[in-house]
C-alpha cells in the first residue's frame, strides 16, 4: 500500500468512527498491516499539522509463543501421545522416544488418559485409559489466538504460562482522534516561503508547514583532536598530578652543544653523523654560548674532571656550534639543569615535556624521521636507583601498566642506565617501553649544581602508546599525509588506566 493511499485510508477509517477515535492496534488488524507500519503513518500524519491528534497507550495482552502456536495447529503434546497409542498399547519405552513423548506422557498420566502395565511382556506398556479425549489445552489456546483470552481465567492462563505456551506482553499503541484541522485527504504543506509564492500571492493558498523550535539543529562543523594529542593530555595531566612542572620546549633547533656536548657525548659519537642527525646549512652554525659553562665542558671532554678521565681528544667548538634539528628533549632538559644551578641555593625540582624530536632514520611501519618525546626528570640530593624505580612504578601504574621490569643498558649520559620492560597481556610477552637511568657527574657538576644532587631521568616515545590504545600497526596511518582523517574523527577519549 502506497503511503499516501495508507494515510488517506486512515484519515478515512478515522472519520468513519464519527467522534470517537480509533485504536491503531485495531486498524492495523483490519487492514491486515503490521502494527509498526501504521505507527509510522500515525506520526506521519501528525507531521501535517493538526489534522489528528495521537496519544500514546499501552496495555499488556496474551500472546502465544513458537510452541503454542505449534499446539494451536497439531493439538497438545499429550493429546499427541494419546492418539499415537495403539488399540493393543505400546511399550512406555518407544513411547518415550516420540518428539511429544517426555512431556505428554507425563501429563498424560496426570490426566488419567492412558495406564500403564508394568507386568507385561517387554516391559511396562501403555494402553489407553478411555475411548476419547477433549483437548482443552489446545481450545485454551485458541481462544487466545483469536483475542477471546478475557474467557480465560487467571489461574488457566498462568498455567499456560507456565508451560512456555503463553506469555504477557505490553503493547504500546495510539489512539487517534479528529485534529482541529481534520480532512480525509492528504494535502502536502510547503516548508519554504518563495519569492515566486509572495510575487503571484498564491501563498494565501498554500498550507504551510509550522515551525518546530524545539528541533535540534544541523551539527556543525567543528575540530577534532589527533589521537596523539588525546594521549599527550592524558600523560601531561598524570605529570602534573605527580607535582611536576612542564619545560618550554618551543626550540626545534638546537646547538650541538646543548644537544650532544652539555650531555657528555664524545664528538666522535656515530649518533653526530649525518646518517642519523638532521643539521641545518642556514643558520648553520651558533655563536652564543654561557662561554664559562663551555670551557668547563670541554675540559671534561677533553682532559677529564670532577673525579673522571674524560675521553682524552681534541675537542673542537666548531662542532660544538653546528645547528641541528634536536634528536631529543633531553636538550631541553640540560638548559633547564644548568638554569637551575645558576641559583643562589639549589632547590629540588621535577620537571617533565612531551614534544617533538627529530631523527635521521629509514622510514618504516614502526619509525619515522619525526616523532613525540616524553620525559621527566627528577633533581635532588642522595636520589638512587632505587628512586629512580619508585617513581617509575607510580608513573606506569598511573598508566595501567603494573608490571615492570628492568634492564642494564647504555647512555652516554646516565650510568647507571635501564631500559624498562612491561608485560603486554595482548601479546603475552615483555615489551620495551622506554628508557631511564641517572644523570652523570660529568653532565652535572660542569653546569654549576652541588655535589650530592643527583637527578633521575625516563623517556619514552608518545606514539608507541597511541598504537597500541588505538590499535594501529603502521606509524604512517597515524602522522603523515596518508592519516584517514576520518580516524581522527572517530577516535574515542582517550583513557589509559582502562
Not at 590504545?469 to 582523517?485: D, P, S
Amino acid at each position: 500500500m502506497a503511503e499516501r493511499a495508507l494515510l488517506e485510508t486512515l484519515l478515512q477509517r478515522l472519520h468513519e468512527a464519527g467522534d470517537g477515535g480509533a485504536d491503531s492496534a485495531r486498524l492495523a488488524h483490519s487492514l491486515d498491516l503490521d502494527h509498526q507500519v501504521v505507527v509510522g503513518a500515525v506520526k506521519s500524519l501528525q507531521t501535517l499539522g493538526d489534522i489528528i491528534e495521537a496519544e500514546q497507550r499501552s496495555y499488556k495482552h496474551w500472546e502465544l509463543t513458537e510452541e503454542g502456536k505449534d499446539i494451536v495447529s497439531k493439538g497438545s503434546h499429550e493429546a499427541r501421545v494419546f492418539d499415537a497409542i495403539p488399540p493393543n498399547g505400546i511399550t512406555q519405552s518407544d513411547l518415550m522416544k516420540l518428539p511429544s513423548g517426555k512431556v505428554g506422557f507425563s501429563k498424560a498420566m496426570s490426566n488419567k488418559w492412558i495406564r500403564i502395565d508394568k507386568t507385561a511382556e517387554g516391559g511396562p506398556r501403555a494402553y489407553k485409559a478411555m475411548d476419547s479425549i477433549e483437548d482443552s489445552v489446545k481450545a485454551k489456546l485458541l481462544l487466545v489466538q483469536q483475542g477471546k483470552d478475557n474467557a480465560l481465567e487467571d489461574k488457566e492462563k498462568n498455567e499456560l504460562k507456565k508451560r512456555k505456551l503463553l506469555s504477557e506482553v505490553t503493547l504500546k499503541t495510539y489512539w487517534i482522534t479528529k485534529g482541529s484541522s481534520f480532512s480525509t485527504t492528504v494535502v502536502k504543506q510547503d516548508t519554504d516561503l518563495t519569492p515566486e509564492m509572495i510575487a503571484n500571492g498564491s501563498w494565501q493558498e498554500r498550507k504551510f508547514k509550522p515551525y518546530n523550535f524545539d528541533a535540534l539543529g544541523i551539527i556543525p562543523e567543528c575540530g577534532h583532536l589527533h589521537p596523539l594529542m588525546k594521549v599527550r593530555t592524558e600523560f601531561r595531566q598524570i605529570f602534573l598530578e605527580m607535582g611536576f612542572t612542564e619545560m618550554p620546549t618551543n626550540n626545534f633547533i638546537e646547538s650541538s652543544f646543548w644537544n650532544f656536548d652539555s650531555l657528555f657525548q664524545p664528538q666522535q659519537h656515530p649518533a653526530r653523523d649525518q646518517h642519523d642527525t638532521f643539521f641545518l646549512s642556514d643558520p648553520a652554525l651558533a655563536t652564543e654560548f654561557p662561554m664559562d659553562y663551555l670551557e668547563r665542558v670541554k675540559m671534561v671532554h677533553s682532559v677529564g674532571g670532577y673525579g673522571s678521565q674524560g675521553y682524552k681528544y681534541d675537542w673542537k667548538i666548531e662542532e660544538a656550534q653546528k645547528n641541528l634539528l634536536r634528536t631529543h628533549t633531553t636538550a631541553v632538559s640540560a638548559r633547564m639543569l644548568y638554569k637551575l644551578a645558576q641559583q643562589v641555593v639549589f632547590t629540588p625540582v621535577k620537571y617533565f615535556s612531551i614534544d617533538r624530536v627529530f631523527r635521521n632514520e629509514t622510514l618504516d611501519a614502526t619509525h619515522l624521521a619525526e616523532f613525540h618525546q616524553i620525559e621527566g626528570v627528577v633533581a635532588d640530593y642522595d636520589l638512587t636507583l632505587g628512586d629512580l624505580m619508585g617513581v617509575l612504578q607510580q608513573f606506569f601504574t598511573k598508566l595501567g601498566i603494573t608490571k615492570l621490569r628492568y634492564k642494564p643498558a647504555f647512555n652516554p649520559y646516565t650510568e647507571p642506565s635501564m631500559e624498562i620492560f612491561s608485560y603486554h597481556e595482548g601479546l603475552k610477552k615483555w615489551v620495551e617501553v622506554g628508557n631511564s637511568g641517572v644523570f652523570r657527574p660529568e653532565m652535572l657538576l660542569p653546569m654549576g649544581l652541588p655535589e650530592g644532587v643527583c637527578v633521575i631521568a625516563w623517556g619514552l616515545s608518545l606514539e608507541r602508546p597511541t598504537m597500541i590504545k588505538y590499535g594501529i600497526n603502521n606509524i604512517r596511518e597515524l602522522v603523515g599525509h596518508k592519516v584517514n582523517l576520518q580516524m581522527v574523527y572517530d577516535s574515542p577519549v582517550c583513557r589509559l588506566a582502562s
